[in-house]
């Protein structure tokens, strides 16, 4: 039992080099490396279909990868004496047995990763699914109340790493907020988190750094802070076609936004100097920053298959 | 990138996992903490019960023997317990538990492993229920040769019914969900054996590929000579090379 490969010494608790998966012609996961580190909730954004879950089931082993390698705490997945100990793991909150209960889903857990049964009533208080929710078929559980199960699931062994996929995925906002708190709290205390969503502004509020995945690839990968920064400076004209010719000629690349204006990869004083000298005349002009961030999201992720689209995000 | 540095190595925790024998213990539990899984071993109980005292108590008396109650009370746990070792396997799929499974214990050879020892166990609770159901029902019901069932006949009648479990986690690694693997376990054989009837030329073959002919000899204690031939080469083309296909196929699988 003792004979675990002699693991380096590490400051990623996930660490994830030049991934790729294809399927036949098709590729679904294209050169994808990012690490998480502890004390930080990581969000895991992109449209549905962009990859995001293959990466995950790739981490904990379930997908074998095309090329490329993952590690948790330095170790492939299937090296982990023991995973449920180490990495809380939800890659699918409707993928339990239908004719189980709540608490014996939980019981089976907790036996097969070696943790007592008075674990499953903490857990269970935890995620308020106690008493006769407990003793419910899942099968007759709301989304809401198995994404809860999922996160006791995951929380039994009292893991250092949680890796969620789409765990807002039903819930009611209070149940949201709830989460959020809950995984605030856990990476405070040290502990590592990796969750997934489509919706920006479900991970927004809770994670420290963010890594924007589309069609495949990694499109942005940084603290939220730095991406706020990145995210250039939007401005309106009363022509949007002057206005994107101005700053076609002064080179500066743009993007659409949704409510007609244009996302631009420069400081607002290079942008108003390129409209000043072709006289387009603006009716707004501001860094953008936290509605940037969700102009950003999309326009990383919404045109995908643009060549143009993606060098915004280099 | 920010990069917070945690001083000292991090590495896994010296957290044994899980033992084999917990692991077949997990399984167990899993074959009966559901509706249909109760349901199933209950059936399989009553029936194994009703036919032994119907066996017992019915018939001329003549013909009556522990050996014949227990040829005829092994059956019915026979057709439903392979079913539990085919919704064992195909249940991780269908009910896409095999997600949290896997997770949780990555060498996936345990896994196959496990299920297969927790599905030989039913087994043989199963057959020691039917025994002891018929030697009561012999005992209470005064048949002749009450103890005359022999070593060599227990042994015949208990491979049996291990190796038709085998058979059913063999099907359910193949086939994957659990209608196409309780129908093909149940008509693929009967096709094959009827197939092998009706064209006379293939009689010589056959009695070396026919799973059922030696299969269901040696359920009945009455194998013998050249049969354990049969039995090995007509059981290795349907237990053994399925069981080992399908867990190469698990092996390499990917699990959603």
Known sequence: MCSGPAAPIVQSMITVEHLFKRYGGHTAVQDVSFRCE??????????????????????????????????VLGVPYGALPNPGREIGVLLDASAQHAGRTGLETLRLTADVIGVPRARVHELLKLVDLESTKARRRVGDYSLGMRQR?????????????????????????????????????????????????????????????????????????????ELLESAGTLVKATSRTE???????????????????????????????????????????????????????????????????????? | MSTTTIPGALTPRDIAGPTLGRLVTVELRKASDTRSGRWLLGLAVLTTVTVAIMRGFIGPAGDRTLTDIVELAHIPFSIFLPIIGILLITGEWTQRTALTTFALVPDRRRVVLSKLLAALALSATGLAA????????????????????????????????????????????????PAAAIVAYFTLPTVFG???????????????????????????????GDGWWHLLTSSSLWILLPLVAGTALLLRREVK
């Open chain 1, 149 to 225: 199960l999922g996160l006791a699931l995951a929380l039994i062994g009292d893991p250092r790493i949680l890796m969620l996929d789409e765990p807002a995925n039903g819930l009611d906002p209070e149940g949201i907020h709830w989460m959020r708190g809950l995984l605030r709290d856990f990476a405070d205390r040290g502990g590592t988190v990796l969750l997934s969503s489509h919706l920006l502004r479900e991970v927004e509020a809770v994670a420290d750094r963010l890594v924007v995945i589309a069609g495949g690839k990694i499109v942005a990968d940084g603290s939220k802070a």
């Open chain 2, 130 to 177: 039917a025994l002891l159901s018929a030697v009561v029902v012999a005992g209470v019901a005064g048949v002749d040769g009450t103890w005359n069932l022999g070593v060599d006949d227990l042994g015949q009648v208990t491979l049996a019914v291990l190796m038709g479990m085998v058979w059913g986690v063999a099907f359910g690694l193949v086939l994957r969900t």
């Open chain 1, 243 to 314: 206005l994107r010719r101005a700053l076609a000629t002064a080179g500066l690349a743009s993007t659409t936004t949704t409510d007609g204006g244009q996302l631009v990869e420069a400081d607002p004083e290079a942008v108003g100097r390129a409209v000043a000298q072709a006289g387009v005349i603006l009716t707004e002009l501001r860094p953008a920053d936290g509605a940037g961030l969700e102009e950003l999201f999309l326009s990383l992720t919404a045109t995908q298959p643009h060549a143009d689209r993606q060098e915004v995000a280099a």
């Open chain 2, 194 to 224: 009827v197939l092998g009837e009706l064209i006379s030329g293939l009689e010589s073959t056959w009695k070396w590929l026919d799973p059922n002919r030696s299969l269901t000899t040696l359920a009945e204690m009455r194998l013998s």
């Open chain 1, 38 to 71: 502890p004390g930080t909730v990581t969000g895991f954004l992109g449209p549905n279909g962009a990859g995001k879950s293959t990466t995950m089931r790739m981490i904990a082993g379930l997908t074998p990868p095309t090329s490329g390698t993952t590690t």
